[in-house]
């Protein structure tokens, strides 16, 4: 996207609010009605004031979230709806910030799915402000792994991960235009107040053209443990590059386990041989204490290490994992790989042993402390 300064910001939106008038795409033909369950997005210009009275002054007790170049305030308008205001820090002097910053608006503008984070609108009086819906059940990783919450059980993971696809399938697919996010990951998975999960934080997201068939982006971006080898390795960015980062998420869901263990180990190099043997069981969260849907692990473990082949090649796309997770029996023969392009992606998985941790922990969760983006 090119980069916007905020004196366009309203000419920006003004766009962006003519550019759904027109028909809205359709599902595909096997997914249920809510995985392409669309609206017409209604966002506003929010004044100062009115974001100011709703966050108390901007009440340091108000703040939810905080990260390298914004944080993020709960608040509560007159009309009682409870919203998060991300607000770009005053003090950032980064002009790539800022133009992550506005990309996200940008990027936010064209999207409009259960499962994606709904914005409200954005305010650009007294410096840069974009409004989300609150998420009051905070994000996945706020509860998946804070020991003094109950375990989330079995169903609720399952949940997650079905509307997490659906929701990439159509930042995929179904979008007017074709979003990669870059950063899938569970601090960037919001809960709603019936655990639906929404995608949110699109401050790496990059448009991609129909008529290219990836990004070449330096520098490399996103979250140590989630990266797509052909994204580190070589810059490459497209759907693959959050089919990989899904592979993964699923993998926590599964196993309760961080991404990154305390000896900076992987979770998918920890998980790809277990898969591969199928010993499932091995890999599931022991706090569920065997207490799940067999057919639902064995789906999404398999599409799970479909997912985390360091081939991008041989990776499925969104609509494939959304087919193996929802639809009937797998035909796994369909993904088994020649033996020989087995024996080659062996080498790739060496690179837990990156030494750069590139973080974008960051969203509109109640729950979550973010830390800084490196560059």
């Not at 990989?244 to 386990?257: D, M, N, Q, T, Y």
Request: proline share 4%.
């Amino acid at each position: 996207m090119r980069y916007v300064r905020t004196s366009s910001l309203k000419r920006l939106f003004s766009f962006r609010r003519q550019s759904f008038d027109g028909e809205l795409p359709k599902p595909c033909d096997f997914n249920q009605e809510e995985v392409a369950a669309t609206r017409k997005p209604t966002w506003k210009c929010f004044s100062f004031q009115e974001i100011f009275h709703a966050t108390n002054g901007f009440n340091s007790e108000n703040i939810v979230g905080r990260g390298g170049y914004a944080s993020v305030y709960r608040g509560i308008l007159e009309t009682g709806e409870a919203i998060a205001v991300k607000m770009l820090t005053k003090a950032t002097d980064d002009e790539r910030k800022e133009k992550e910053f506005l990309t996200e608006i940008g990027t936010l503008g064209h999207v409009c799915h259960p499962n994606v984070t709904s914005l409200l609108g954005c305010c650009i009086e007294n410096g840069l402000y974009i409004i989300f819906q609150f998420s009051s059940k905070g994000s996945v990783a706020s509860i998946l792994h804070d020991e003094k919450s109950p375990t989330m059980d079995w169903e609720t993971r399952y949940k997650i991960a079905v509307g997490t696809a659906k929701g990439l399938y159509y930042l995929h697919k179904l979008c007017p235009r074709r979003i990669i996010h870059r950063d899938i990951k569970a601090s960037n998975i919001l809960l709603s107040e019936e655990y639906e999960p929404q995608i949110s934080d699109f401050g790496l997201a990059k448009w991609l053209p129909s008529q290219w068939t990836h990004h070449s982006i330096v520098p490399i971006e996103g979250t140590f443990g989630h990266l797509a080898p052909e994204y580190f390795m070589h810059g490459v960015v497209d759907e693959k590059t959050d089919v990989f980062a899904f592979g993964v998420f699923c993998l926590e869901l599964i196993s309760g386990k961080k991404p990154v263990d305390n000896s900076y180990q992987s979770l998918h190099s920890w998980a790809k041989p277990l898969l591969s043997r199928g010993v499932i069981e091995e890999v599931v969260d022991p706090m569920l204490q065997g207490t799940f849907d067999s057919t639902q692990l064995h789906k999404l473990a398999f599409a799970a290490a479909l997912c985390i082949r360091a081939s991008s090649i041989w990776r499925p796309t969104m609509s494939e994992i959304v087919e193996i997770i929802l639809g009937g029996e797998v035909d796994k023969q369909k993904w088994k790989m020649p033996e020989e392009e087995e024996e080659e992606q062996e080498e790739f998985w060496g690179f837990e042993d990156l030494e750069c941790e590139c973080d974008s922990s960051f969203s509109t969760s109640p729950h979550d402390t973010f830390s800084t983006r490196s560059s």
